[in-house]
């Protein structure tokens, strides 16, 4: 079995990575930041916490409609040996 990828996945693909790096950068420290997080500390987004999961979730719920709808199973043909 092989996968063929659908028109729309490398750009899906490409959002998840970048919503995922900015869920690593809202837990990084920051020490310009105006106000502490819920975490206690200055991070580069003051709803830290929240906003990480949020961030992540998305980046979850991309990847499953990338794998659902932007992916497919092709199946081998019949004679051809791998």
């Not at 899906?12 to 990575?17: F, K, N, T, V, Y």
């Not at 580069?44 to 709808?69: D, E, M, Q, W």
């Amino acid at each position: 079995m092989a996968k063929r990828r659908k028109k729309g996945y490398w750009l899906s693909l490409a959002l998840a990575i970048i919503l995922t790096l900015a869920a690593a950068k809202t837990l990084l420290p920051n020490p310009d930041a105006g106000k502490d997080c819920r975490l206690g500390y200055r991070a580069g987004c003051s709803f830290t916490p929240y906003s990480t999961l949020i961030l992540v979730a998305l980046a979850y719920g991309n990847c499953r409609l990338r794998k659902r709808f932007l992916t497919e199973i092709v199946p081998d043909e019949p004679g051809v040996s791998q």
